[in-house]
């Protein structure tokens, strides 16, 4: 497969994330190695880059695509939730920046046999890391009415989906819901005709939804981006593009709780918890694609860029 993913808000990401020259660098989400090569480029022949990726594929692509970087580049195979652990047991902390590329890849979503696309007939699969045990197909099959229900109401923000849940339930009583396009069609036949001739693919935050929970991603990303904050070095930087409000609102709320963690009355005169800020946020608003970027990638047009930066250990009173 010719694995091609165009970086999204390159620009910015080097500009705010390239701090210094050298050092330890991180991409958690390496993907094709856009974002990697751009990093390397800017950040000089003395550093060294960390890149992970859960989908070995993608991993693969990258280690093609930054052959020339080969001495700078340590592949990791794994889901970003463990870089803290991984880094640490290796001998690799703390580093001096890190960056998170969220969401499906345009490659995942263009390669119908990964099941991610609602505009192809696959497999129902949707697993980022191939070695995962649970797939699309196998939470359709086997979550309640209830549960599949909450899914599509909380990861995709779909209004219909108490009425797409129970056409779920009822049809894989009759046949087992193996591929995307036979869901595709339980999606369509459970939204009102009316709902579907506005708007996005019926069947777009459904998949969005499924995707979401087969491989975890709002569950693991708190955690991940507090212990990537936690193995920064001091002035270190934090860089996360998000693709959609759900995880936009997870980085955001993070953010904020990092850079403000008084817990005390907002009605004392001082602070008296004791707690101290470990983060300065540097994109008070998130950071936009222009509207050149979004016409020559429209897969960019959701993406926000928040960026912060560790805070020194005797300025935490002063955030």
């Not at 993913?5 to 660098?25: I, M, Y």
């Not at 690799?92 to 390669?111: A, E, K, M």
């Not at 007939?121 to 699309?136: K, Q």
């Not at 936009?248 to 005169?269: E, H, M, N, Q, Y």
Request: aromatic share 6%.
């Amino acid at each position: 497969m010719d694995y091609q993913h165009v970086p999204v808000l390159a620009q910015k990401v080097v500009e705010l994330l390239c701090w210094r020259q050298g050092g330890v660098f991180v991409d958690a989400t390496v993907g094709g190695g856009g974002h990697a090569r751009l990093l390397l480029e800017a950040l000089g022949a003395e550093t060294k880059l960390i890149a992970f990726d859960q989908d070995p594929t993608a991993l693969d692509a990258a280690s093609k695509a930054l052959q020339d970087k080969a001495d700078q580049v340590t592949f990791i195979h794994s889901n970003f939730v463990h870089i803290s652990s991984i880094l640490t047991e290796r001998g690799l902390v703390p580093i001096d920046g890190v960056l998170f590329d969220l969401g499906v890849s345009s490659p995942q979503l263009d390669v119908a046999e990964r099941g991610f696309s609602y505009r192809h007939d696959a497999p129902l699969d949707m697993r980022m890391d191939p070695d995962s045990p649970v797939t699309a197909a196998h939470l359709v099959a086997t979550l309640s009415e209830g549960e599949l229900a909450k899914v599509i109401f909380d990861y995709g923000e779909e209004r219909w989906a108490k009425r797409i849940a129970n056409f779920i339930v009822q049809e894989r009583i009759q046949s087992p819901i193996r591929t995307t396009g036979h869901l595709v069609d339980i999606i369509k036949a459970a939204i009102p005709a009316g709902a579907r001739r506005e708007g996005p693919h019926p069947a777009r935050r459904t998949f969005q939804a499924l995707r979401i929970a087969v491989n975890r991603e709002l569950e693991f990303l708190e955690k991940a981006l507090v212990d990537a904050v936690k193995i920064l070095v001091p002035r270190g930087r934090i860089a996360v593009i998000s693709f959609h409000s759900l995880e936009d609102r997870i980085v955001k709320k993070t953010f904020s709780k990092l850079a403000a963690p008084c817990r005390c009355p907002r009605d004392l005169p001082v602070c008296v918890c004791g707690e101290q800020a470990e983060i300065e946020i540097l994109t008070r608003r998130p950071i936009v694609p222009a509207a050149t970027e979004t016409a020559q990638n429209p897969r960019a047009r959701s993406a926000k860029l928040r960026v912060a930066q560790k805070v020194l250990p005797d300025e935490g009173d002063e955030y």
